[in-house]
């Protein structure tokens, strides 16, 4: 599918005109300039015609910011894999030394992407007064407005003319509908973008080793054995503002968070990363009680093991803080890799896969109910007030996740916990669902009166 890139100076409004198009607020918006780093990528429809629309992060002076050389290099290298690019230029402050240098950028890819220039912030302005970046040499510019969305429709009919003109030069992905999400996740700092970058195969990710330089998910599409994979690198979750401050801890942080979050809902599958040094922490307990409840399969990858002595020995470790830290997902596999070197990378992939097909796996109804008479036998549902609970019958009522509905004679109110929590891994013991939430829902089956 065709990509199509929006580039230009910081704070232009390029996240804005995003969010236009796209619908929504899926990308951050802020007025101070370098909120948006690694940029968004969304499937976008228009005129019956599909492209993949980057928001990039705003290529400044190198020297502008700490994160500025690495988010103009990011910046290009995505105006030069895309197929049509749009540069957002502001009509308000006119044409800028940075405006031709970045023109000059796009004229110096060894084979440039044919490009748009919008004048954004032109509402209440002259058309005339776009007219300047005429000199930039890429063409007619057009005056759009991305707050209010006066001449973005246009804009759009400019880009799928393009795009239908010079045709579809990447791969159709046939399959991009169905491809899996994979969420990867974690606290802050623990090495999310090197593995997205390493994944990817190139720098899609801008990796620091300043905690928050992720801020909007990241996404990139690969394919692994064939399957069609939609790799999320998100912001590193951390504790809300509002419960403990943290030092620079801004709007945009907490925005980053929020579709942090948001990504693991969306997700299929998720990749919880841990230091493989300092082991799992509270704050990853509190992530792995995220990803449960959005019903992602998870697999656990101890990262930065290239720095670890006593191999042998710390696995065991491991092994035994990830059951009891991670205690929410003591289920999911765990994997050993360096994100930096590459070490057990490859081998992410079998694990991963393994818990998508658990994720989808399903219990025929006549060998489920044999189960649960089994089970109920070994250890008996007991109730609140005394009565006796009897185990009618249950159905898997769905997959991916596993989800079952079990029929009993009281009110599920009534039934211990302790007896749900028993169901529960008792199915996995069965049926292994190894790295799956299994959702289970009592239901009190009444009888009814015949009518006389």
Request: glycine residues 8%.
């Amino acid at each position: 599918m065709q990509r199509v890139a929006l580039f230009g100076q910081p704070n232009v409004g390029k996240s804005t005109l995003f969010n236009r198009i796209v619908g929504g607020r899926p990308a951050i918006v802020h007025s101070r300039p370098g909120s948006t780093r690694d940029g968004r990528l969304e499937t976008v429809t228009w005129r019956a015609i599909p492209f993949r629309l980057h928001d990039t992060g705003g290529a400044g002076a190198p020297d502008a910011g700490p994160f500025a050389a690495a988010i103009r290099e990011l910046s290009e290298r995505t105006a030069s894999r895309s197929d049509l690019v749009i540069l957002v230029v502001d009509a308000r402050a006119g044409l800028t030394p940075g405006d031709r240098d970045l023109a000059e950028a796009l004229r110096r890819q060894p084979d440039p992407p044919p490009v748009l220039v919008a004048a954004n912030k032109a509402e209440g302005i002259h058309e005339a007064a776009a007219a300047e970046f005429h000199l930039l040499g890429l063409g007619d510019p057009l005056p759009i407005s991305a707050e209010h969305g006066l001449g973005v429709a246009d804009l759009l009919d400019q880009v799928v003319e393009i795009l239908n003109r010079q045709g579809d030069s990447r791969e159709a992905d046939a399959n991009d509908a169905e491809a899996v999400r994979v969420a990867i996740v974690g606290r802050a700092n623990v090495g999310k973008s090197t593995l997205l970058n390493r994944l990817a195969g190139f720098e899609r990710s801008i990796v620091s080793p300043v905690a928050g330089t992720t801020r909007d998910p990241v996404d990139e599409r690969i394919a692994v054995e064939g399957r069609p994979l939609v790799l999320v690198d998100t912001a590193g979750i951390r504790r809300s503002a509002r419960r403990r401050p943290i030092e620079g801890f801004e709007e945009a942080d907490r925005v980053a968070v929020l579709l942090a979050r948001r990504a693991i809902a969306r997700a299929d599958l998720s990749l919880l990363l841990v230091d493989a040094v300092s082991g799992p922490t509270a704050r990853d307990a509190a992530i792995a009680r995220l990803v449960e409840d959005a019903g992602c399969g998870v697999v656990v990858l101890a990262n930065r093991w290239d720095l670890v002595t006593g191999r042998a020995a710390r696995w065991e470790e491991l092994r035994r803080e990830a059951r009891e830290r991670l205690r929410h997902i003591a289920h999911a596999p765990l994997h050993r890799i360096s994100a930096l070197t590459g070490q057990g990378v490859a081998g992410i992939w079998k694990p991963l896969f393994g818990v998508e097909r658990e994720r989808r796996r399903r219990i025929p109804t006549p060998e489920l109910n044999r189960f649960l008479a089994a089970a109920a036998a070994r250890f008996a549902p007991r109730s609140r007030r005394g009565r006796e609970v009897k185990v009618l019958y249950g159905v898997q009522a769905g997959s991916a996740p596993p989800r079952f509905r079990i029929f009993v004679n009281v009110p599920p109110r009534d039934v211990l916990s302790s007896w749900p929590r028993y169901l529960r891994g008792a199915l996995r013991r069965e049926y292994g669902f190894r790295g799956a939430p299994v959702r289970l829902t009592l239901v009190e089956r009444t009888r009814r009166r015949r009518n006389r």
